[in-house]
């Protein structure tokens, strides 16, 4: 069964500290994988995509890696902001046009 | 500016009565899905639509239909609505489903079946 968990389910972090959001994918089969920002009450924004060929995309503070091997990426947050307190979402991609979401990471920093 | 859109954002209905969660795209996407987010259980894809008049099962598509008969639109309909279709519903679009691009997610829509 294609299955994606994120850990942790929450951090709470002081403002300037770097951090790392999990996602682990059971099937290494993905097209891409997808990190989304989510505000309370608000839809989805894309942050990152990896393609399955790629190791990283960075964009600002945010970079994320792609280990398909081992069925694992990881969100790096530089120097975290008040401003950067949402839940984070990962989605892994399939053959079946399938997109499966881990059950996200509520992130707050606070000053 | 690239936007998906749904209508209604909140609604509250009362159990059996029929009704459709309207979803427009300006970006000229072939791909489009509905998902639910439910506590503890995050998105679950209920249809996706590759292209106009092309349609398919997501994980949850028991209690919904959907159509496409424009590449603009892709509607939701509960044709009898139980309290446990409770939930936020989000419609999202991309390019082409195979390809690697960027999925776009509208606002969501708030329902409460009672």
Same mark, same amino acid.
Request: glycine share 8%; net charge neutral.
């Given at each position: 069964?294609?299955?994606?968990?994120?850990?942790?389910?929450?951090?709470?972090?002081?403002?300037?500290?770097?951090?790392?959001?999990?996602?682990?994918?059971?099937?290494?089969?993905?097209?891409?994988?997808?990190?989304?920002?989510?505000?309370?009450?608000?839809?989805?924004?894309?942050?990152?995509?990896?393609?399955?060929?790629?190791?990283?995309?960075?964009?600002?503070?945010?970079?994320?890696?792609?280990?398909?091997?081992?069925?694992?990426?990881?969100?790096?947050?530089?120097?975290?902001?008040?401003?950067?307190?949402?839940?984070?979402?990962?989605?892994?991609?399939?053959?079946?046009?399938?997109?499966?979401?881990?059950?996200?990471?509520?992130?707050?920093?606070?000053? | 500016?690239?936007?998906?859109?749904?209508?209604?954002?909140?609604?509250?209905?009362?159990?059996?009565?029929?009704?459709?969660?309207?979803?427009?795209?300006?970006?000229?996407?072939?791909?489009?899905?509905?998902?639910?987010?439910?506590?503890?259980?995050?998105?679950?894809?209920?249809?996706?639509?590759?292209?106009?008049?092309?349609?398919?099962?997501?994980?949850?598509?028991?209690?919904? =239909?959907?159509?496409? =008969?424009?590449?603009?639109?892709?509607?939701?309909?509960?044709?009898?609505?139980?309290?446990?279709?409770?939930?936020?519903?989000?419609?999202?679009?991309?390019?082409?489903?195979?390809?690697?691009?960027?999925?776009?997610?509208?606002?969501?829509?708030?329902?409460?079946?009672?």
């Amino acid at each position: 069964k294609q299955e994606v968990t994120q850990i942790p389910a929450a951090l709470s972090v002081p403002e300037g500290e770097n951090l790392v959001l999990n996602c682990s994918f059971t099937d290494s089969a993905i097209y891409n994988l997808q990190w989304f920002r989510q505000d309370p009450g608000k839809g989805l924004t894309s942050l990152l995509l990896i393609q399955s060929s790629q190791r990283e995309q960075t964009s600002g503070r945010l970079n994320a890696s792609l280990d398909k091997s081992s069925g694992r990426s990881t969100l790096y947050i530089a120097a975290s902001q008040p401003g950067d307190s949402a839940t984070y979402l990962c989605a892994a991609r399939y053959n079946t046009d399938k997109l499966i979401f881990g059950t996200g990471t509520r992130l707050q920093v606070f000053p | 500016e690239a936007q998906v859109t749904q209508n209604p954002r909140y609604l509250i209905t009362v159990t059996g009565k029929k009704l459709t969660v309207t979803c427009s795209q300006n970006m000229n996407h072939e791909y489009m899905s509905w998902y639910r987010q439910d506590p503890g259980l995050g998105l679950r894809q209920i249809y996706y639509s590759m292209n106009v008049e092309v349609t398919d099962k997501g994980d949850v598509p028991e209690g919904y =239909k959907v159509s496409r =008969k424009e590449k603009r639109n892709f509607p939701l309909i509960l044709e009898s609505p139980s309290p446990n279709q409770t939930s936020l519903y989000f419609c999202a679009s991309s390019s082409t489903g195979y390809s690697g691009n960027t999925i776009y997610f509208g606002e969501g829509s708030w329902l409460t079946v009672v």
